[in-house]
DNA sequence: AATGAATGAGGCTTCATTCAT
DNA sequence: TATGAATGAAGCCTCATTCAT
């Protein structure tokens, strides 16, 4: 009612405004990720090119803001760890959910650290029983088919995955290693931790 | 029996100051581990049951609070990994390892993180090669004498272990399983991960 | 007339800051003055209309803004010094150079001590000899043309005109005599120390 | 009655206390001279070797104590003022007030500034008057019998003495020419200012 | 009476949020 | 609608004063 000749010039706003969105999150990712979550809204707004109260007309507090990254990181995360332990193997599966992990640290960093380590329940209950189901059913599925060992303590195993990274030390890796060399290293590690002592140990080797 | 002939009345303001030096410690260790590295110094000293002036007169800033309890806490830790990596047996060596750290994580809760992530290094230069070297020399020991896999990725396995210390899982761990439970679990699936094949699997289960 | 051409909506929220830029430095010249260097922010900060935030927002700290002050008074007093001390005859450049800086002394009380005490050398290198220097080069062409005795004492005539200004005593001769009065009283004074034996004892009677 | 077999320890007593109440007044004219008015109380009984605690027996308050010592300036100012004034010729007598005030200003410091300078109306009603009527008198004398000129604006030439004692130039004039020297420039100086025309030119110079 | 540790009010400064332009 | 200046609550720290020893 109030667009009616000028539909292109609301649409063109309207694209404005998405791509300012965008901007948003995407820096707001960028400096909670290099910062820590303690970082400051101008730091935000800046490298986003927007001031201070285009941020605030798009989130409603700091809190909304980070609410939103971490709810977005945590969608990112499960869709991909899900796609990944979809793959048939079990032993790949896990080097798949491991990859892909260590490419969400590297995107999200920090955040990854609070989307990951269980303290989101106020954000979205069962947000980690989620992301604890994608690892539970690959690891039982596993165990069933015998490719890992039938004593593995699952909780004990997805709670040191978890550690890994959300411990700061995936960077550290990836900074000593690049990137595939730490995804190959965390792999074989866990590999080792949970296959089967008949498996053919080659398979905790690396691509 | 420390202090036989020790004048009573002369020293006994000191011995109060003393009491609130460690006092302000403790609640320091409590607060910081319970509400993180954020938290505030009134809430410290009123835990503490002294002023704020206090509190100053004993650390001389916020910042140098701080400092001196993680480099307690990393002193306190390094002590206690060096002596249980002193166990005879690589494998007792590394659950008395796991066991002393656990005990460390709920004394000094989000202390340890600092303590243990490597991030110390403008505190105490060193300060991780020192944890690291502690770790290296039981691994390379359990090695040397076939307890553990002759391609232990011992960096990588040492980056684990950190990180399941430093994540904040042991407090979800011990809430769920216990002290006791919890330095198990953990123990075992770090031996499942660098046990030798050869190795007896039943070698890798708790007491 | 001197902004002919200038667009009136871009710059206003400029001109809004510039606005609230002077009147902050108004405030604390007046805040300064009256209640000496120890003010309190707050109430440089409410006399100006604005909140602290607001001064913070202009000056980094309180000493970022007592420096600019300084400065600036300084500044203002060096050229208004300097233009007086360009008068013809020595005597009547004396009694400008006084009146001039009466006038800086009303406008900038307890400011006006620290900026011509001498004590801002680590505020601006050579601050001090800038207006000695001004001072000296007024008193040594009186001396060469006669005008002022040849044994004058230079620094002790500048050591005693600075006090005059530094001390406080020109508010109460100011509120005393009035300021033209006051002006009047200190140049006969000064003219009196200064003059000639033989100089027309009538140079030495005010306007 | 308390003490009737021990009157040398209680006069001990007595003596260490008043030893202490000297001590605490000459640590705070030196560290009040030294540092400005602003100076701690903590500075202040260090340098006096006793504790906060002993000095708050003495002086009941900061201020308390910052009183008394102003007061003590002041008298102790005036009372050499006043011996210095009575000096037979006019002329010697200003020399000797002005080395009188000399003086005073290097045991003083700062606190001068305050008991010359005519701000504690409050601590001592009439104080300022009992110092100007000093130097009036002295004034007044000249003037009668021809010392000085006969139109000397005396209160201006107060105004001028009083400001080089109390802006802090003194402590520079005597660091580039030593008391004696200070003194001297001052005192040729105000003499050029006040001396009666047909008087000896010789009389404005110092011994 | 002397000591100095303890106290806490009050100052400076930061930064999330609001709002006039 | 976008902007960024303005706001002020809240945290850190200092130091005059009190008080237990």
């Known amino acids: 009612m109030e667009e009616p000749a000028a539909p292109e010039t609301a649409r063109h706003e309207r694209a404005d405004s998405a791509a300012n969105h965008e901007r948003i999150l995407a820096a707001a990712r960028d400096v909670f990720a290099r ?25 409603d507090s700091r809190d909304g803001l980070l609410r939103a ?18 793959t048939q193997d079990a032993a790949d599966a896990l080097r ?80 000593e290693r690049g990137y595939a060399g730490a995804a190959a290293a965390i792999s074989d590690f866990f590999l080792h931790a949970c296959l089967a002592a008949s498996a053919d140990p080659g398979r905790a080797r690396s691509t």
Chains 1, 2, 3, 4 share one sequence.
């Open 35 to 59: 910062r820590g979550l303690d970082a400051e809204i101008k730091e935000i707004a800046d490298r986003a090119g927007v001031g201070v109260g285009t941020l605030y007309r798009h989130f």
């Open 96 to 175: 798949a959910v491991i990859h892909a992990a260590t490419d969400v640290y590297r995107q999200f960093g920090a955040l990854t650290e609070v989307a990951l380590a269980g303290r989101l329940d106020h954000l979205r209950p069962d947000g980690h029983e989620e992301l604890t189901a994608a690892f539970t059913g690959l690891l039982r599925r596993g165990v069933a088919d015998g490719t890992f060992r039938a004593d593995l303590d699952i909780p004990m195993m997805i709670a040191a995955l978890e550690s890994v990274f959300t411990s700061g030390k995936v960077v550290r890796l990836v900074a």
């Open 69 to 86: 990254l971490i709810l977005q990181t945590h969608d990112d995360l499960l869709q991909r760890l899900r796609a990944a332990a979809d």
